[in-house]
C-alpha cells in the first residue's frame, strides 16, 4: 500500500478531501491510502519544529504539503524559505517524495498573490510539483465549494479530493529536490515537557495520529521548566481554549519576561498553537497563569468565566550549528539565489 501523508492546517484536519481521495482510491481499487496530520491553529514554525516527530509517528512513503493557507503569509520571502527548507530538510533526510497543495485562503488576492510565485520557484528550482487550487477556486464561485473562504463545503470537499486524487493516482515526480537538502544541518529541536521528571503531563490532545501531553498551570501558579544547559528558546506549544488565558514566560536567571496571550475569537474550542517566546541564552523558564480573562469576544458562545487555565507540551529551540554546518546553510543559500537571479520566478 502506497501512503500519502497529507501534512498541513485546519483544511486537512477536518473532514474533507482526504476522505474523499480515499474514496476514490478503493473505488478503483488502488493500493494508495491517503494520512493525514492537519493541524488548526498552526503555521510554518509549528509544523518546522514538530516535523521530525511527525513523521515518526505516520509513516508514509509520500508527503503533500498543505503549508500555504493560514498565517504563511504574515511573513516575508526570506522567512518563508527559511522554514520550509528546513521541513523539506527533514522530508529529504528520510528519502521521502515532496509535493506542494495551494487551498484558496479567504481574504487573498490571487491576481497579487506570492505564494503561487513561491511554489514555482521551488518546482523550477528544485523539481516540486504543486497542484494549485486556489486560484481556480478564486476565479469561479468560491462561496459554492466553502463555508467561510477556506474551509470546504461538501462541493468543496470533492472538488478538492477529486483533484488531490487526480494528482497523485499516478504519483508525481518529487525526489530531485533530496540530494539538495538532505546535508542541510537541523536547526531547530524541541523538548517535551512529558520527558523531563516531576512535571505531570496530564492533558492530552491527540491531532491525527500526534499525542500531545499538555502540563497544566491552574490560575496563580507557575512552573519551571528546566533546561539542562544553556539553550537558543524560540517558542512553546500551547492550548487556546475557553479555560486560557495569558501566560508569562519568564528566564529566571535574567528577569526577562514574555507574555503569551493564549485566546482568541476561536477560543470556544481547544487546540494546540505555536508561539513565539524568545530567550537566547535560558538554562529554564518559568510559565506563570495570569488571572485575567482576554477581553477578547467570542465568535460564538459565551466566555466561560471560571478560573484561568495554562497548557504546554513543547518548547523549541534554535540549535547552535557548527562551522561546517552553517556552511553547509550558506552554500543552499547562495546557490539559490544565484539561480533567482539567472531568471527563475522570485515569490
Known amino acids: 500500500m502506497f501512503r500519502v501523508l497529507c501534512l498541513g492546517y485546519s483544511v486537512t484536519e477536518l473532514p474533507g478531501y482526504v476522505e474523499r481521495a480515499n474514496a476514490l482510491a478503493e473505488a478503483e481499487g488502488r493500493p494508495v491510502t491517503f494520512l493525514r496530520s492537519g493541524w488548526g491553529g498552526h503555521s510554518l514554525p509549528s509544523i518546522a519544529c514538530l516535523i521530525d516527530e511527525i513523521l515518526d509517528a505516520i509513516p508514509c512513503d509520500h508527503v503533500l504539503l498543505e503549508l500555504f493557507t493560514g498565517n504563511v503569509r504574515y511573513f516575508d520571502g526570506a522567512t518563508m524559505r527559511a522554514y520550509l527548507d528546513d521541513i523539506l530538510a527533514a522530508t529529504a533526510r528520510r528519502g521521502l517524495p515532496v509535493a506542494f497543495l495551494n487551498l484558496h485562503q479567504g481574504g487573498v488576492d490571487y491576481a497579487v498573490e506570492p505564494v503561487a510565485a513561491l511554489l514555482a520557484e521551488y518546482r523550477a528550482l528544485y523539481g516540486i510539483p504543486y497542484l494549485d487550487i486556489a486560484a481556480p477556486v478564486a476565479a469561479g464561485d468560491s462561496g459554492y465549494f466553502l463555508t467561510d473562504g477556506t474551509h470546504v463545503a461538501p462541493a468543496g470537499a470533492e472538488l478538492y479530493g477529486t483533484l488531490v486524487y487526480a494528482f497523485l493516482r499516478a504519483p508525481p515526480p518529487g525526489r530531485a529536490y533530496i540530494d539538495r537538502f538532505r546535508t542541510l544541518p537541523v536547526r531547530f529541536e524541541s523538548l517535551l515537557l512529558r520527558t523531563l521528571p516531576g512535571l505531570d503531563c496530564g492533558f492530552a490532545l491527540r491531532r491525527n495520529g500526534i499525542p500531545l501531553h499538555f502540563l497544566e498551570i491552574p490560575e496563580g501558579e507557575s512552573a519551571e521548566i528546566p533546561f539542562g544547559r544553556s539553550r537558543h528558546a524560540i517558542g512553546a506549544l500551547v492550548t487556546y481554549g475557553p479555560l486560557a488565558g495569558t501566560l508569562t514566560v519568564e528566564d529566571p536567571a535574567t528577569g526577562r519576561m514574555r507574555a503569551i496571550t493564549a485566546y482568541d475569537e476561536f477560543s470556544y ?73 539567472m531568471g527563475f520566478p522570485r515569490a
Not at 477581553?295 to 504546554?312: Q, T
Not at 550549528?321 to 550558506?330: D, H, I, K, V
Request: hydrophobic share 40%.
Open 269 to 341: 474550542y481547544t487546540r494546540s498553537v505555536y508561539r513565539t517566546a524568545v530567550f537566547p541564552a535560558a538554562r529554564s523558564l518559568t510559565v506563570t497563569q495570569e488571572a485575567a480573562l482576554p477581553d477578547i469576544a467570542l465568535r460564538k458562545g459565551e466566555p466561560d468565566r471560571g478560573p484561568r487555565l495554562g497548557r504546554v507540551s513543547h518548547i523549541f529551540f534554535r540549535r547552535r550549528l557548527g562551522p561546517a554546518e552553517r556552511a553547509a546553510l550558506l552554500r543552499h543559500r547562495l546557490l539559490r539565489n544565484l539561480r533567482r537571479l
